[in-house]
């Protein structure tokens, strides 16, 4: 089945403790992309991925960190997670043809105290 | 600078017609889409317009106006689960999407 997958699903941590999400598809997808989503903001873009070993910033990169070493996995990096990163986070894949509609991950709650 | 503008909530009937709107002001224009999303649930694509009018995919349309800047979501006859936010998305001469906000649709029996 055509997926995109995170883990984990739903994440309490702390402050300041280091964490990772996962994400993988399986379409072979070129493009790949991290979103927070926070009521009333709608989805807000973090980084993005048009191929392998290339990433950009999106519109709120800060305190975050990809990387894209393989097609298939992009994970998101929280190197010190602060209470103001509490939010709804999708990854999303896509070919990279102008018409191609975005693929999202099932999404991860996370919850910084 | 680039915005999206989208109602925040609409109510509507079981088994009536809702449309959505969706106003746009981007630097450049790659097409528009529309997604539904449920309520803690990923967004899910539901159409995609480049050129002026109308698409129809079942009980579901979309049209677009490039002068305009405009386009709307047509939802015929609406079902309890049609209950979802409607998140309008235009990509812009980056090939950048730019998302609104979201319209949370409440449909009542």
Redesign the interface.
């Known amino acids: 089945e055509a997926q995109v997958t995170q883990n984990p699903r739903y994440l309490i941590t702390v402050t300041g403790k280091k964490l990772t999400v996962t994400c993988s598809q399986n379409m072979n997808h070129e493009y790949m992309s991290w979103y927070r989503q926070d009521p009333?903001?709608?989805?807000?873009?973090i980084y993005y991925s048009m191929n392998v070993e290339v990433t950009d910033k999106g519109d709120v990169p800060e305190g975050y960190k990809v990387s894209r070493k393989e097609k298939r996995n992009f994970p998101l990096i929280l190197e010190s997670p602060s209470p103001n990163q509490t939010s709804l986070y999708?990854c999303a894949s896509s070919y990279s043809g102008?018409?191609s509609?975005?693929?999202?991950?099932?999404?991860t709650r996370l919850t910084v105290t | 600078g680039q915005n999206i503008d989208q109602p925040t909530e609409m109510t509507a009937t079981e088994g009536a017609i809702v449309q959505i709107n969706c106003t746009y002001q981007t630097s450049g224009f790659n097409g528009l889409f529309w997604y539904q999303q449920h309520a803690g649930e990923a967004p899910t694509f539901l159409s995609y317009n480049v050129l002026d009018g109308l698409e129809e995919k079942g009980r579901f349309s979309s049209f677009l106006s490039r002068s305009k800047g405009y386009s709307y979501l047509l939802l015929k006859e609406l079902q309890m689960k049609d209950s979802a936010s409607y998140l309008c998305a235009v990509k812009d001469s980056n090939y950048q999407l730019i998302w609104g906000a979201g319209t949370k649709l409440i449909i009542k029996p």
Do not use: A, I, K, T
């Open positions: 009333g903001l709608g989805l807000r873009q999708f102008v018409s509609p975005l693929h999202f991950g099932n999404g």
